[in-house]
């Protein structure tokens, strides 16, 4: 934990920019029936029933200094997945930064291992040198802020149906163009010296 909130207490600075990550699932489900649009004084009105269409999953890669937010949306979640999603991120979003400081939890796919089940041991190796790893503890995942802008995505564009993978593309693209645009940043303020205070109870005592 303490980690993580040295992490945070960091100043911006574009070579070593300071990324959150994690990632959800969104079920695609297709209406059977066309929906009643909404009319003056009535909601739009859904049938009940609906159509499963498989999952998706998306990582949310969160600058919260810089303000900025991409999504990728993939049909696994495997150490495949993560590993290429990890690579678009240093090479095609941070290609100039020395190396990517990530906060992210600690989820079996989320290792170095898993670039080597990907890819060469030269780029899997090259990979690994781009990113400063910072896992969040077990039940910390309230530390990662990328988990906040999942929350923000969810309330605001995944929060009804979904029919296929394109449609969800395209509006959560939307949602992050938008959100970029307007650079909404996270102010953390939760520092180690509340932790020591507030969490007390989490440390072990020691007899001085």
């Known amino acids: 934990m303490e980690d993580v909130l040295e992490v945070y207490t960091q100043p911006y600075d574009p070579k070593r920019p300071q990324v959150c990550m994690d990632e959800t699932s969104k079920q695609l489900l297709a209406d059977l029936l066309e929906p009643i649009p909404a009319q003056p004084g009535q909601p739009q009105r859904v049938d009940y029933e609906y159509k499963r269409q498989g999952v998706a999953d998306l990582f949310m890669f969160f600058e919260p200094l810089a303000g900025k937010r ?24 941070y290609p100039h930064a020395e190396q990517i400081v990530i906060v992210m939890d600690n989820l079996n796919t989320h290792t170095p291992s898993s670039f080597y089940e990907t890819f060469v041991p030269d780029e899997a190796r090259r990979l690994i040198n781009r990113f400063a790893f910072h896992y969040t503890p077990k039940h910390g995942s309230w530390l990662n802020m990328a988990e906040i802008e999942l929350g923000v995505l969810i309330r605001q564009c995944l929060n009804r149906r979904i029919p296929e993978k394109a449609t969800l593309q395209s509006e959560v693209k939307a949602w992050q163009d938008d959100r970029n645009s307007k650079v909404v940043k996270v102010d953390w303020r939760f520092t180690t010296a509340d932790a020591r205070i507030k969490l007390k109870h989490l440390y072990p005592e020691i007899d001085v």
Do not use: G
């Open 70 to 93: 991409y999504v990728k949306i993939t049909d696994q979640r495997t150490r495949k997945d993560w590993a290429i999603a990890m690579q678009e991120l240093a090479d095609m979003i």
